[in-house]
């Protein structure tokens, strides 16, 4: 049977993209390839806010008591090796009945599964068809993975997703943030439209850019033209920055006004408004 690293599995609100305001289930999967340590940061300034915290990790018992953080990325504990012990490998049978523990009828019904992270498509492709295969998981019918866009599918993930969403007509949703410079990632290694429009031969694609600035729109700008010339087909979303209120707040509206001047969608994080963006929200 096979296992995945969980670093959360919570019920609550998806607060981003296409499916803003449905009950979601999320499966946070431990890894991610990047850092993000630009997020909230100067041009060229890199968060120490999850180092301060790995260094006083002895503190804290529970993934959930450890302090949420402004700067970087605000699931640190989801790829920082110092967490690591915080996140249980659980088999596809733990997840499953945890999750028919806390959906509120015991089963799927109009909630909808977010797979995220860290980056979800980074090392567990092989483990998540046990998991979807599992009898109570046989009622979901629509699954986003919340990727940063930069791992290809394999191609048995591929076949395997392409039956599973033919079978009773299943949606399967990429939500791609890919990571502008805004993020402390280099572009070459952050923007990659192959991968991304190989997603879309498997289900619906969008991208989920995370700005604050002019300058961050204009990275914004640069990587939608090369998206679209490699073939890209879907929506783009501008989403504000900020894992917590008082960042969140300054730039919200500036940011769905540069997402309307271009005709692109906006993205809420309505996690932020709502839960205080806590961990398990
Ligand atoms: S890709 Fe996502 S999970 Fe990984 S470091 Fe960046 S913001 Fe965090």
Redesign the pocket.
Known sequence: MSKIKVAELFYSIQGEGRYMGVPSVFLRTFG??????G?GMPRGELSTEAEDVSEVVHLYNKYEELPLVST?????A??HPSFKELSPMLTSDAIADRISEIIPFGDWKDEHLVI????PLLGWQRAYPDLLDHPKMQNLKEITF???G?QQLTQDFKNYLTEWARWKNREITFSV?A?LPA?G?AWEEAIKPEIVCDYEQVGTAYLKL?VATEEDVKDAERAVEQYRAAGFKGHIYLMPVGGVESVYNLNAKSVALAAMKRGWRYSDRLQVPLFKNEWGT
């Open positions: 991610c390839n990047f850092r993000c340590a997020f970087g990325c605000d699931s640190y989801s790829w995220t992270g860290g980056e919340e990727t940063n930069t943030s990571k993020s990632e995370v």
